[in-house]
């Protein structure tokens, strides 16, 4: 129950959400006569919208967050084990591998084979992940398909079956994991707070951050409303909340 409450809650504290309760906001206020009140909360609304969705903006606040841990372009000698951190999937036979997984996941597993054929295969991948709300398929058992699919070898891969989220990710690694450094996956985005989980529980991972979407080289001034770049703003507002509840649980 508090993961699915935990889920909720941070879905209407995104920056679509939030602008257009401002909207409604301003839009009751004018109901009620009260002009000034509409006045202030509509155009907060409209450039609150216009602010996260204005390229510009979404990947300056979207590449302080991925730019905290560097690329690890080759892998370290004596690593025994990658860890891909799971992401989303839908289950369906009609499709191929690469399109029933997300595709942030797809560039995670894809980022730890890159850096298992580095160590010349002679590391473990683990793979996490589970079913979902709406599929019955564990989402480690997906990343394995495609693992497999991509030329690793079964017997390197390890499976963490119904980990919910970060912190039961770290959690299920600790027994394995505790005692040696290991490459932990995930997107760049993400990598900050994914440590924060592992290094609580007393892990050493070295990072291997992935998935970059900022783009701080081609501004996009001209390109107005944008949703790719409200899609990065929820990405940024998604981390620092997540990063804010781990101060708040002392992690």
Partial sequence: MGFLLKKFV??????????????????????????????????????????????????????????????LHTAPKNINYIYVLGGGHHTDAKLPITSQISETSVIRLTEGIRLYHQLDQKAKIIVSGYHGLHDLTEHAVMQKKLAISLGVNEEDIILYLGTKDTQEEAKAGKKLLANEAFILVTSASHMTRALNFFTNEGLHP??????????ITHPEYTNFFSSYALMKSRIVFHEVLGIMWQKLKGI
């Fill in 10 to 71: 941070s879905m209407f504290l995104m920056p679509l959400p939030l602008g257009v309760a401002f909207i409604i906001l301003g839009l009751f206020f004018l109901k009620r006569n009260k002009v000034t009140k509409a006045k202030v909360t509509l155009t907060l609304g409209i450039v609150w919208l216009f602010l996260f969705s204005y390229p510009p903006v979404a990947n300056s606040l979207l590449h302080k967050i991925e730019s905290g841990n560097p690329t």
């Fill in 206 to 215: 070295i990072p291997a951050p992935t998935n970059h979407l900022s783009s």
